[in-house]
């Protein structure tokens, strides 16, 4: 794309060296720059890209977006930020994919991994291609393999590239997972999102938006951007429902859901049994009555959701039913990887979502076995929730192991220290400490017998550990199979 394109299509204060060049691409790490892209230099927490600027034109960097000129002999555009204006020229570079594409977007701070899994599991089931775009990464379609992503919701020039590479081959609706992050900053600007989930909202990155009130403000974000004709799903349970619908524009259609108080769509009638939960799905005057494979209310929560966003988009009650139904669990997401003991291995990292899958593995433990966590907390990240987990795991547990999550550059026994903090009290026989996950997991062995259930809490997914000097291979799953297989 010619930068005389680019220049006419977004905001800048002034363009300076002047020349009409081909942009190939667009960039932001003067490590991995091609040559003939444009380096955009965003300032970010820790790093300032107008500080690499000249390492990226020796590598090929053909014009440059920044903040202040700089003595640079290349076309440079001069905007008033950077980290805004990437957004602008992501869209533009990739014709705006999201105007021809049904575009959702699932924000809360707990269950936007399963309810877009969820969605295009409806979607398919009523024969529409959707493709998905999250945690785990993206893929085209359910049975593909996941393509990696770095962060929850892609940077905006991998967002719009994907959402281009999904428009061309011809599936017109696209599920994603939309995170605070991404909506302060700017990753989904442009993307013009026709429905907006709010799953729930309780205390998690407080490192970043420093008071829930800031917190609450960036997911709001997605609603107050709809456009007329758009939808909102929100969970009416939520303590923050009320505020979360004031934003929403008076020309957006409003669908609540909940199982404790009235809105459009409910659960009522739950049953959780050894092997999944039922309930009955009412809707207007249709009652359905829904068995699913998954464990937990949050599970019931979840599948409201994906309901409301297939019934947005006119796929009817009885094929949605028939796709949760044929769902299992997804991938780390209270996905049970052992039998006997029962082992769980799930993503929860807050309090909330911590509290919510040892209730629900609660319901699992036999009468008179013991319930057992093994958990961590993220290093680097917010520290005042460690002691809350820590309070929770105690009282909702027989027995608690804590031990390592992703430590980072954080001293791993000051993270450990402060998750101490919230018990009342360290028993040496129903807390244990083993600051090596590994080591964790096969001791998580010895303290068990047969009929317990076991709950690894915080890595999920994920297959590495963020240490102080480097990133290794790391697998709960991997781990507890190699361990309780001995």
Not at 419 to 446: H, M, Q, W, Y
């Amino acid at each position: 794309m010619n930068l005389s394109n680019i220049i006419k299509n977004i905001e800048h204060i002034e363009v300076l060296n002047f020349k009409d060049v081909d942009i190939k691409g667009i960039s932001y790490n003067s490590n991995t720059i091609n040559s003939h892209e444009i380096f955009v230099c965003l300032k970010g927490e820790h790093v300032d890209g107008h500080n690499f600027a000249q390492s990226a034109f020796e590598k090929g960097a053909i014009a440059l977006m920044v903040e202040r000129p700089l003595n640079i002999e290349i076309p440079q555009i001069v905007v008033k930020s950077t980290q805004e204006s990437i957004a602008d020229l992501a869209a533009v570079f990739y014709h705006n994919p999201t105007n021809s594409l049904n575009l959702i977007g699932v924000t809360g701070t707990n269950g936007k991994t399963t309810v877009a899994h969820l969605v295009q599991k409806i979607f398919e089931a009523d024969r529409k291609k959707c493709a998905l775009i999250g945690t785990l990464g993206y893929k085209l379609s359910s049975s593909d393999d996941y393509l990696e992503a770095k962060h929850t919701t892609p940077q905006a020039p991998q967002m719009q590239n994907t959402l281009s590479t999904i428009l061309k081959a011809d599936i017109l609706n696209v599920i994603t997972e939309v995170s605070s992050h991404a909506l302060e900053q700017f990753r989904v600007k442009n993307c013009n999102f026709k429905t907006a989930v709010f799953t729930n909202l309780t205390q998690d990155h407080l490192d970043y938006h420093i008071t829930m009130d800031n917190y609450f403000a960036a997911k709001a974000k997605l609603f107050k951007g709809l456009k007329q004709g758009g939808s909102a799903v929100i969970n009416k349970d939520d303590k923050y429902a009320k505020r979360l619908i004031e934003q929403v524009p008076s020309d957006v259609e409003i669908l609540t859901y909940s199982v404790k108080t009235k809105a459009d769509l409910m659960a009522k009638n739950v049953e959780f049994m050894s092997d999944g939960v039922s309930f009955d799905c009412c809707y207007k005057d249709m009652s359905l009555n829904f068995k699913l494979h998954l464990n937990g209310m949050f599970s019931v929560y979840n599948c409201l959701a994906s309901i409301a966003v297939g019934l947005i988009n006119g796929i009817s009650l009885e094929t949605i039913k028939s796709a949760l139904e044929d769902t299992k669990s997804v991938a780390g997401r209270f996905e049970i990887v052992q039998t006997n003991p029962m082992v769980i291995v799930d993503y929860a990292h807050t309090p909330d979502g911590l509290e919510n899958i040892l209730r629900a593995a609660r319901e699992l433990t036999p009468k008179g076995a013991n319930l057992i966590c093994l958990f961590g907390c993220g290093g680097n990240r917010d520290c005042t929730k460690r002691p809350k987990m820590g309070k929770i795991a105690q009282q909702l547990c027989d027995k608690i192991i804590i031990t390592s999550d992703n430590p980072r550059s954080e001293d791993p026994q000051q993270i450990i220290t402060d998750i101490l903090s919230g018990l009342t009290l360290i028993n040496p026989k129903t807390v244990f400490v083993e600051i090596d996950r590994k080591v964790a997991i096969e001791l998580l062995k010895d303290i068990s017998s047969e009929n317990d259930v076991l709950v690894l809490a915080g890595k999920g997914h994920e297959n590495y550990q963020i240490l102080a000097d480097k990133t290794i291979h790391f697998d709960d799953r991997e781990e507890v199979i190699r361990v309780f297989s001995k």
